[in-house]
C-alpha cells in the first residue's frame, strides 16, 4: 500500500531555514507527481508545491521564491527547502501523492517562532 513517511520539521525563527523530506512507497514513484500541502490550525488544507514526473514544478503564490521543491527518484524521496520562513508558514506540512485518488503522509509539525 502507499506509505508516505515525512522528516525534518522543527521549531525555527522568522528568516530561517528546513528542509523536509518526504519518503515514499507503495507505488511506482518515478512516474507519478508528488507534492507538499500544509495546514494551519483553523485553516484548510492547501497545496504549496507540486513536482511531476518530469520535474515540473509549481507553487503557491505564498511560498512562490521562498520554497523548492525536489525530488530523488533513485531514493523514491521528495523535498521541500524552505527558505526565508515566516511565522504564518507555521503549519503540519503533509507529503502528498497526486493522483486520481491522492494520498497524504502524516506530517510533519513545523513553526516558526517571531
Known amino acids: 500500500q502507499v506509505q508516505l513517511v515525512e522528516s525534518g520539521g522543527d521549531l525555527v525563527q522568522a528568516g530561517g531555514s528546513l528542509r523536509l523530506s518526504c519518503t515514499a512507497s507503495?507505488?511506482?514513484?518515478?512516474?507519478?507527481?508528488m507534492g507538499w500541502s500544509r495546514q494551519a490550525p483553523g485553516k484548510q488544507r492547501e497545496l504549496v508545491a507540486s513536482?511531476?514526473?518530469?520535474?515540473?514544478?509549481n507553487y503557491a503564490d505564498s511560498v512562490k521564491g521562498r520554497f523548492t521543491i525536489s525530488r530523488d527518484n533513485a531514493k523514491n524521496t521528495v523535498y521541500l527547502q524552505m527558505n526565508g520562513l515566516k511565522p504564518e508558514d507555521t503549519a503540519v506540512y503533509y507529503c502528498?501523492?497526486?493522483?486520481?485518488?491522492?494520498?497524504w503522509g502524516q506530517g510533519t509539525q513545523v513553526t516558526v517562532s517571531s
Open positions: 502528498m501523492l497526486i493522483h486520481s485518488h491522492n494520498y
Open positions: 507503495g507505488f511506482i514513484f518515478r512516474v507519478n507527481t
Open positions: 513536482i511531476t514526473s518530469t520535474t515540473t514544478t
